[in-house]
């Protein structure tokens, strides 16, 4: 796709050094590593008030760390926020849809924020993946929840980012709708993109992820690459006692 | 890419408020409230006070407004579509253009309705000079939706924003009110001083510049953190 402007150079690997935040006296995210190279799913998971949602956050450039660094390549967002954001695509928790609008004009508005040459056929091509042709030009209000969702996936994938950052994506879908959001998790991380999905959903992940990030008040308790049993294995990183530094779990 | 971003936004949010007339038909149910409680606490057998009809009319613009600005933003809210506005690799000063626009629009709709209901409720001679009431309701209204859209776009995420949004906004907006005031009060003179008025509506300019440059500096770092 042709955005139409000098589009900033991509990045293959994202970089989190001990990277906190805090708020005040409350420390959200304290001293998180990890990193995502090209193609990777990588799944953040903990309980509520873990940190997920301030670290989706930092990565997505909107906050900045307290202390620490995130790395896009070799660019910080301190530096490069304005241009990397143009890299990073985001599916909150809300949708980031105009409900009275239709899906074609919130695909259409967003794709021309982007600065993409011809929002229009982005947004066409854009209800195709998600199999909304025919309801294109219905308010985005008149839609199910599944359905809202492919349009916010859609949303945050217009551009083709680079990193795509997922906050609950799996919330209030049905289980054909979010085994199809899996599915097309996969394919998106196949062409080459980064993922960070933060989730409490584990049987819906399991299988998913190519790196596991397991945070505790802030802290990352442990990392495990490729993770199977994901549900077991949370279970027991969250009820061993804390230790100083995270637990490398790959190849246990 | 400013002028585009902000097209887009302007663009945008007059497509939501022609689908849904929510902040047009709130503001305006507001705005003529406002006006008939005076109408009905000031006039006397049929006679309006003298210089009333500046001070009530600018109020009621004040107070619907306010209204606009919180309920402009609450929609941008309730989706987290701010969210998305910020995380856009688009100028913010553009998107904060884009919204002032937005505000503006629906205020200057709302006052073609306000300006004709103040002038037949309180015989003022309001449309004996129509273009310049246009450039002092203009100007004036402009002064007053820069400070208000910055001050709702930062306090969207605080717990107490429709609070806070008049606390705020109107011990700022004074001088823009009273610049109003005074201009529209000396337009409705039956001899018009150009002289007083010229210098109303100087200083209305001013506060323009002042506060719409303010705004555009800090709406970046305020939306940052």
């Known amino acids: ?252 | 890419m400013f002028a585009r971003v902000v097209w887009l936004v302007l663009r945008k949010d007059l497509m939501v408020e022609v689908r849904s007339l929510e902040i047009a038909y709130t503001t305006l149910f507001f705005a003529v409230s406002c006006v008939l409680v005076f109408a009905f606490a000031l006039v006397r057998e049929g006679r309006a006070p003298e210089d009333g009809a500046a001070g009530i009319l600018w109020i009621s613009i004040a107070f619907s407004g306010t209204l606009a600005l919180g309920r402009a933003f609450e929609r941008e809210r309730q989706s987290e579509t701010l969210r998305a506005l910020l995380l856009a690799p688009a100028p913010r000063p553009a998107v904060y253009v884009g919204k002032l626009l937005g505000i503006v629009a629906l205020l200057a709709a709302g006052e073609v309705v306000l300006v004709p209901l103040v002038a037949l409720l309180f015989q003022a001679p309001l449309f004996d000079r129509p273009v310049w009431l246009a450039t002092i309701l203009l100007t004036g209204t402009i002064g007053f939706s820069a400070v208000g859209t910055l001050f709702a776009a930062m306090l969207v995420r605080a717990r107490s924003r429709d609070v806070l949004l008049p606390v705020l906004l109107y011990p700022i907006t004074v001088p823009v009110i009273i610049a109003g005031v005074r201009a529209t009060t000396t337009l409705l003179q039956p001899e018009l001083e150009v002289e007083v008025l010229r210098f109303w509506l100087a200083l209305l300019v001013c506060f323009d510049v002042v506060f719409v440059t303010l705004a555009l500096w800090t709406f970046e770092p305020l939306m940052t953190d």
Do not use: C, W
Not at chain 1, 13 to 39: C, I, K, M, Y
Not at chain 1, 45 to 73: D, E, F, H
Not at chain 1, 105 to 120: I, S
Not at chain 1, 211 to 231: H, K, N, T
């Open chain 1, 1 to 252: 796709m042709n955005t139409g402007e000098a589009r900033p150079a991509a990045f293959d690997v994202l970089t989190v050094e001990d990277v906190s935040r805090h708020f005040g006296r409350r420390r959200a995210v304290s001293r998180v590593t990890f990193s995502a190279p090209q193609g990777t799913i990588v799944g953040l998971l903990g309980p509520n008030g873990a940190g997920k949602s301030t670290m989706l956050s930092m990565l997505a450039t909107l906050i900045q760390p307290s202390a620490g660094r995130i790395l896009y390549g070799a660019r910080d967002a301190v530096s490069h926020g304005p241009g990397l954001r143009g890299l990073i695509g985001v599916l909150g928790h809300d949708l980031f849809l105009y409900p009275e609008l239709t899906a074609r004009e919130n695909l259409e508005f967003f794709g021309g924020l982007y600065a993409l040459a011809d929002p229009k056929a982005a947004a066409t091509a854009a209800l195709e993946r998600a199999g909304l042709l025919d309801r294109g030009d219905d308010p985005v209000s008149s839609f199910s929840r599944g359905m809202r969702q492919r349009v916010a996936l859609e949303r945050a994938l217009i551009h083709r980012p680079r990193l795509l950052l997922l906050d609950e994506p799996f919330t209030g879908l049905d289980d054909a709708s979010a085994a199809g959001l899996v599915a097309r998790l996969r394919t998106i991380a196949d062409d080459g993109t980064m993922l960070v999905v933060a989730t409490h959903d584990l049987d819906l992940v399991d299988g998913l992820f190519d790196r596991a990030v397991f945070l505790r008040d802030g802290r990352m308790v442990a990392e495990e690459d490729r993770p199977s049993a994901l549900r077991a294995t949370y279970r027991d990183v969250m009820t061993r006692p804390q230790q100083a530094g995270p637990t490398n779990r790959a190849g246990t």
